[in-house]
């Protein structure tokens, strides 16, 4: 099973940007996966794990349902911790 989630468009950490820009990031990223997938997406990974109150409301402002951050405890559905792959699978 796999399920394909947002990362924004250009990476940028997105607690040091502005409302307006963090807005536009979460929407069109999300957009335009949903034109090319031809489903929804309402799955979110903050860029470098980063998140803020202000990001987590504009994460549910603009659609998605939950999204993942390195915050060791998740303490709401838009702050969930996500898993490295990388510290899950040893070295060949």
Do not use: W
Request: charged share 20%.
């Amino acid at each position: 099973l796999v399920e394909i989630g947002s990362h924004t468009c250009r990476h940028l950490e997105l607690p040091r940007q502005g409302y307006a820009t963090i807005f536009r990031e979460l929407q069109l990223s999300r957009r335009q996966l949903e034109k090319m997938l031809q489903r929804t997406v309402d799955k979110l990974s903050y860029p470098y794990g980063a998140s803020s109150p202000m990001t987590r409301f504009l994460a549910r402002m603009a659609g998605y349902s939950c999204a993942y951050g390195t915050s060791p405890q998740g303490d709401s559905r838009y702050n969930l911790p996500r898993v490295s792959l990388a510290e899950l699978i040893p070295d060949a």
